[in-house]
């Protein structure tokens, strides 16, 4: 037992004496002049993973409102802010033909269509008006 508590304090003694480094002291403004350079490196790189994140939730978040109708393809929703057609999928048992219904759901783009995977309906607002 001593001989393996020798060498190792031998090993911790020489770690010590092999790791010790002499502070300099012109190395203070460079010093705060990294620790800057460091702090808004960071701030930034936060930034942009909070946009990053904000938008990428938003966009698979999406509600819709407008007039569903019903055509070869399957039923459609004229969006009234973008005043795109989207041909609806996912989860559409509850969705009305001739209604104007707030929809929940993800936006994709399939080719030169637009597609919305419905996920539930916010809100039924009625039969639509010309």
């Not at 002049?33 to 960071?42: D, K, M, N, R, S």
């Not at 030169?112 to 916010?122: A, E, K, L």
Request: hydrophobic letters at 45%; glycine letters at 10%.
């Amino acid at each position: 037992m001593p001989v393996k508590s020798f060498s190792r304090a031998a090993l911790v003694a020489a770690l010590c004496l092999a790791l010790v480094v002499p502070a300099q002291a012109g190395n203070y403004r460079t010093d705060g002049e990294l620790l800057l350079v460091g702090i808004i490196a960071v701030s930034a790189a936060v930034g942009v993973l909070l946009t990053v994140l904000i938008l990428h939730h938003n966009q698979h978040n999406a509600a819709i409102t407008g007039c569903v109708s019903s055509g070869p393809g399957g039923l459609r929703l004229a969006d009234e802010k973008d005043h795109r057609t989207y041909k609806l999928t996912g989860d559409t048992t509850a969705i009305k033909a001739g209604d104007r219904m707030s929809l929940r759901g993800n936006r994709m783009n399939d080719g030169d269509s637009f597609v919305f995977q419905t996920w539930s309906v916010r809100r039924d607002f009625g039969a639509c008006r010309p």
